[in-house]
Every structure is written in C-alpha cells, then in structure tokens.
C-alpha cells in the first residue's frame, strides 16, 4: 500500500523536491518502544558475562547485516545472503558457456564486476503483467563496477532499445545460437531461447569491460523485497497516472511496496519523454533508495525483518555457479558492504537516436567509449568532471535537440601513397564511410574491428557481406581518398603498403576494410602495445546520481 509522506498539515505543502530528512517517520524507533531487560540473576560478574555475550552477538549481526546490505545493493534490489542453510535450497544457479576465453577482454585484477539483469519475464505470473508465460528479456540491465579497493562503486544502466550485435552463444541445452550482427539489447537474453550468458557476452562485446559474475531477478524480487523492507521511498515531481504500468501516484514522497513499487520501476510512459530513457532514472532512484533502507539502523537491528529479506531475495534470485551457494554470496557481500553508499554512481550509458529508426538507440561516441574506458580502468564516477552538469534524465533523447557527437580525428600516418602524408592529420573520421568486410575466416571479426573503428571516432563504419579468404589487410580506396585510406591505417596500425587505389569505387562508397588471417593478430597487437589511457574526466553530458542522493524525483 501507499504511504503519503505529505499527508496533511504543513507539511503537506513542502516543495516534494525537499527530502525528508533522517529515517521516515513511520521507520523510527523512540525509547519507549525498546524492549526493557529484566535485571540479571548471578550478581556483577554474571551481569558482566551476559553484557560482553550480548556485545559479541551484536557485533556478529551487525557483520552479516552489513554484508547483507551490500548484496542486496548489487542485485538491484535482489539478493541478500543469511548464515543458515536453510537459503542455500532457495537460489537458483545456471552455468553459462562464455565460449573462446582469448576472444574475451582481460580480468579485472582486485576489481568485480557484476552483472544484474533484471528480467520481464511472466512466466507463474498468470494475465496479471500481460504477455502470460513469456520467458522474458533484458528489460533493465546495469553493469555494477565495484573499485578494486572497495573505496567506490559504478552502476551502468544498459537501456532495452540500444541496438547492439550479439555474438553467437550456446543455449542450455548445449544448441549454439547463431549471432545477430545489429539487434535490440534486450534480444539478448530469451530471444531465440538465449540465456543470461548470452547477455553477459554481449555485455563484454559492447563494454570491452569483464564481466565476473551475473545477478538475474524478475518481477517477484521487486515485490517481495520491497515489501521485506517495510517499503521503499520515493519521489514524484508531479502527479503520475500510467494505466500501462497502472501506477497512480500523488506529486510529493511515498513509501511504495509490492505491486506499487513494481508499477513504479516499470513506469515510462507518464514521465519525461515517455520512453525507457527517462524510466531508467526511476530505478536508479529505487534501488539508490531501497538500498538506504536496507542499511537503516530500522532493518538491521530487526532480526524478523531480516529473516524476511534474506528469504525473499534468495527465492528471487538467479545468480551463475560461481556464486551460487550461501557461502559464496556471504564472501562476495562482506567484501562489497565496505563500499558507502554515498560513493555509489548510477548513470546512464550514453546514447543518442539510432539515425534509421527514432524508437531505438545507438551508443553516442565517443562518450561511450570514454566512459566504458574509465570503468574499466577502476576510475570512480563518484566526483563530477569539473563544470559538468548532472542533468535529471539522460541528454540523447529527441533526434532534433541532439547535437552530433564530436568525434576525434584520426591519426596521421607515417607514410602514404601520393604525398598524402602531410594531409593525413586533417582528416575528420566521424564523416568518412567505412566498409569492413571479413576475409579471416573466422566469424564475428568484421564486427569486432567496426566496434574498434566507432571507438576512435569512425562514426559510419559498418559490416558488410564477408570476402573470400585474404592472407593480408587491405584498404581499397576511390580516387581523392587516399589521405583517407592512409590515416585509416595508421589508426589500425596496418602498413602503408595495405593502402591501394580501387578505380571501380564511387567517392560516396568511402572506404574498404578487407580483413586478412593477420587482423586478429594485429589487433591483439595493437592492444597490447599501446593501451589507452584511463580518462581522468566522465563525459560532460554523463547523467548520474549519486546511491545518497534523496533529492531525486520523478519528472
């Protein structure tokens, strides 16, 4: 049921941007209401040995209390540990095949990072949500980085409509499911009968970042957490009525559990533009907020509620082998409860409109890479980049209030065809067409180097149909392109014997990245040679909250 924070009275009329300070008032504890201790048998020495057993079991559930909250916090809003056997029986663990292990990007040291998946899926759920026993997809996805020192943490939200490739991956019962070369995220996990591991390549694939375990929820684990907790507060900038989610709610704060909250976590339709864009701030806002709630002094000092908590979020939870047993999720929690809730950065991957269809999303570049560069390098999000704004809802949502993003120009190359060298430098990548064509023999390679090219500003670079099998790299260029083709392969790395004229290439064709057998190499060398430096700066538009900010509002 609801609560109305501002029910009434004065306080009815403060400005719902204004939080509420402190633990709710319906969450406090007053004097009167601790239980009083009838006086000890046995004299001072008795009393002592019954005070000093009383301090160590409290120091023992203020311990797993700890860890607890900071499992639930990197499920989002779905996973706890408690020291009993009992939960074991509760989780849900899969195995997932990550196929070629030299194909994926490098561990992460010290650092986790977690990938939570929360699912759409209705299956048990009956006609309640709609599309009765669809076995879901990716609906809300967040990469959650975990810094190598415990000091901070990062948690990327990945929206459904960004159209992605997903590789190819294998389905549970071992059938491999061929990859789809531009599809929307969210195909990546049900689609096809595809499992959490295909979405946990696809995350690799697209992030460059290593995933080290995932976390998958569905709608239940809202319901029933949120209500574990004694609810969840949130806040609403206006009045919202969304007879899609079916969420009616008030302007001001509330305290929302069960099917409230799950309506407010799927709510888009009646805030910002109406799209997943502007729901994902929604849910950085509840789970910020649940996990405030969950580290209150109201939850872990009641052994009842935790009880509840911990046996609501195991059933909810599916998690992969790795940690898939009690113990190793306690391990996993105690290490993650040293990270402050206030060092908790929820943002938004950047995007921008896909230019071929305005309900879907394309990564905005270079913004994108330079974050994923900066989470994968361990740098924390936690201090804005100096004069950055922190909007409320991510800036790429209107094709026509969005500027085309600055893109770096390639480098010059050292030597090219034609006395094209000096021109090099000048060459602006964002515009020039680029075709790669994979001529290896081995799949996925084509799009892996167009992923590579879009991160160092090539903006139209694009896959085309495989060529026959070539020994070498090659790019073929149209007449007055070859200061293009040169830069082109000085950003690869590639000689500047791979440079070649194609008279039967129109100028608006660009350019032609024929992959050889020696690109997989060369770009294993390339990487190894000259890494990239970890940016110092999150990108300016980025937009971010912080997991103690309780000034955000739904707009």
Request: hydrophobic share 40%; glycine share 10%.
């Amino acid at each position: 049921m609801q609560q109305d924070i501002h029910a009434g009275g004065a306080g009815a009329d403060r400005h719902p941007a204004e939080p509420a300070r402190g633990i709710p008032v319906q969450r406090r504890h007053t004097p009167a209401e601790a239980p009083s201790e009838p006086p000890h048998p046995g004299g001072r020495a008795a009393r002592r040995r019954a005070l000093t057993a009383r301090r160590t079991r409290r120091r023992r559930v203020l311990k797993w209390t700890g860890g607890l909250a900071a499992f639930a916090l990197v499920a989002g809003c779905g996973g706890a540990y408690y020291a009993y056997q009992h939960f074991n029986n509760n989780i849900t663990a899969v195995k997932v095949q990550l196929g070629n292990e030299a194909e994926r990007p490098k561990p992460a040291g010290d650092a986790l990072n977690i990938l939570v998946i929360g699912t759409d899926s209705r299956e048990g759920l009956g006609r309640e949500y709609g599309d009765e026993g669809s076995t879901g997809h990716a609906d809300t996805t967040l990469l959650f980085h975990i810094a190598k020192d415990r000091s901070n943490a990062t948690a990327l939200s990945i929206p459904r409509d960004l159209m992605v490739p997903v590789p190819e991956c294998q389905a549970p019962d071992g059938k491999t499911i061929p990859g789809t070369a531009r599809t929307m995220f969210n195909n990546s996990l049900g689609q096809e009968g595809r499992d959490p591991g295909c979405t946990w390549k696809t995350v690799e694939k697209v992030t460059g970042i290593r995933v080290d375990h995932f976390v998958m929820v569905n709608f239940d684990a809202v319901k029933t957490l949120s209500t574990a907790v004694g609810g969840v507060e949130v806040c609403a900038a206006k009045d919202i009525n969304d007879p899609d989610s079916h969420l009616r709610m008030s302007k001001g704060r509330h305290v929302v559990q069960g099917d409230e909250a799950l309506a407010f976590v799927r709510t888009r339709h009646a805030v910002g533009l109406g799209g997943d864009l502007t729901r994902i701030p929604l849910q950085q806002q509840f789970i910020g907020s649940m996990i405030r709630s969950i580290k209150s002094s109201d939850t872990l000092t009641n052994p009842a509620k935790l009880w509840k908590l911990a046996d609501s979020a195991t059933k909810a939870l599916t998690v992969d082998s790795g940690i898939g047993s009690v113990d190793k999720l306690k391990d996993l929690a105690l290490d993650l409860s040293k990270v402050d809730s206030g060092k908790i950065t929820f943002a938004t991957v950047p995007v921008l409109d896909d230019p071929a269809d305005e309900n879907r999303l394309v990564l905005k570049q270079p913004d994108a890479a330079q974050l994923f560069s900066m989470v994968g390098g361990d740098r924390s999000l936690t201090e804005p980049a100096a004069g950055a704004a922190v909007p409320e809802a991510p800036a790429a949502t209107a094709p026509a209030a969005t500027p085309a993003p600055a893109a770096p120009a390639a480098p010059a190359a050292p030597a090219a065809p034609g006395g094209a060298a000096s021109t090099a430098a000048a060459i602006d990548a964002k515009d020039l067409r680029v075709t790669v064509r994979n001529g290896t023999g081995t799949p996925g390679q084509a799009q892996q180097t167009v992923d590579r090219l879009v991160a160092k500003g090539y903006a139209k670079a694009a896959t085309a149909a495989n060529a026959p099998v070539a020994t070498t790299t090659s790019i073929a260029h149209p007449a007055g392109k070859a200061a293009e083709a040169a830069a082109l392969a000085a950003a690869l790395g590639l000689p500047a014997g791979a440079v070649k004229a194609d008279p039967k290439l129109g100028a608006r064709e660009g350019l032609v990245l024929v992959l050889g057998k020696d690109a997989p190499a060369a770009a294993a060398a390339e990487a190894a040679a000259t890494p990239a430096p970890v940016p110092s700066e999150a990108p300016k538009d980025l937009q971010r909250v912080q997991g103690d900010d309780i000034d955000a509002c739904a707009k």
